[in-house]
């Protein structure tokens, strides 16, 4: 834990050296605090979601502002604090990308493959801006990392979310790598025979 910062602040320098990373470690120290005391399904601290959130942003040399705003991302939604109390912190846009973030949590797979576009549709609508959805693949790829922890049909429910709204949108945006990220973590609690069957093929050969 106590090398959780140098190593968030190591990877946002290596990206952006003429930077001020000092928005990451405000965004860092306030969100801890936040979440102090709260716990994920895993029994993990859930502080270590919204790092992980912020430290994927930074590995994918997205700037200060953006990685601020994954370790910042649950806090008007989970604890205390509000969107006008992270305006009041780190500014307008850091505090709005927040907001249009955690609207985009509402979104659901609805069973019907006729509702994912109109789902994709509201993606947009809502975000109004490309930042906030990479922030939410971030978000969404370590929720998918850990989902173990959670209840059968809620994996499979997140895990559809997945395939049938965040990969393809990933996939629109050009960004290919994290598509296939998504895809690979989400396809074994969709089709988990054909997952056994895919892995075995990999295995024998």
């Known amino acids: 834990m106590a090398q959780e910062?140098?190593?968030?602040?190591?990877?946002?320098?290596?990206?952006?050296?003429d930077a001020d990373p000092?928005?990451?470690?405000?965004?860092?120290?306030?969100?801890?605090?936040?979440?102090?005391?709260?716990?994920r399904k895993s029994g993990d601290p859930y502080f270590t979601h919204a790092y992980?959130?912020?430290?994927?942003?930074?590995?994918?040399?997205?700037?200060?502002?953006?990685?601020a705003v994954g370790l910042l991302h649950d806090v008007s939604e989970d604890t205390k604090y509000t969107i006008?109390?992270?305006?009041?912190?780190?500014?307008?846009?850091?505090a709005k990308m927040v907001e249009a973030?955690?609207?985009?949590?509402?979104?659901?797979?609805?069973g019907a493959a006729r509702y994912a576009e109109n789902l994709r549709k509201m993606f947009f609508a809502i975000a109004?801006?490309?930042?906030?959805i990479v922030v939410r693949f971030a978000d969404r790829l370590h929720n998918l990392e850990t989902l173990t922890a959670l209840p059968e049909y809620k994996q499979k429910r997140i895990a559809l979310e997945t395939?049938?709204?965040?990969?393809?949108?990933a996939s629109r945006l050009g960004m290919g790598l994290i598509r296939g990220e998504?895809?690979?973590?989400?396809?074994?609690?969709?089709?988990?025979?054909?997952y056994e069957w895919a892995l075995g093929l990999l295995v024998e050969r």
């Open 52 to 67: 992980a959130t912020g430290l994927k942003l930074a590995r994918w040399r997205m700037p200060p502002t953006l990685v």
């Open 101 to 110: 973030e955690t609207k985009l949590t509402t979104l659901q797979y609805q």
């Open 5 to 17: 910062l140098p190593q968030l602040l190591k990877e946002v320098r290596a990206n952006y050296p």
């Open 128 to 132: 109004q801006d490309v930042r906030p």
């Open 182 to 194: 998504l895809e690979d973590l989400a396809f074994k609690y969709v089709y988990p025979k054909e």
């Open 163 to 169: 395939l049938e709204i965040y990969a393809p949108i």
């Open 22 to 39: 000092s928005v990451v470690e405000h965004a860092y120290d306030f969100a801890k605090k936040a979440h102090e005391g709260q716990l």
């Open 84 to 94: 006008s109390d992270l305006e009041r912190e780190f500014g307008k846009d850091i």
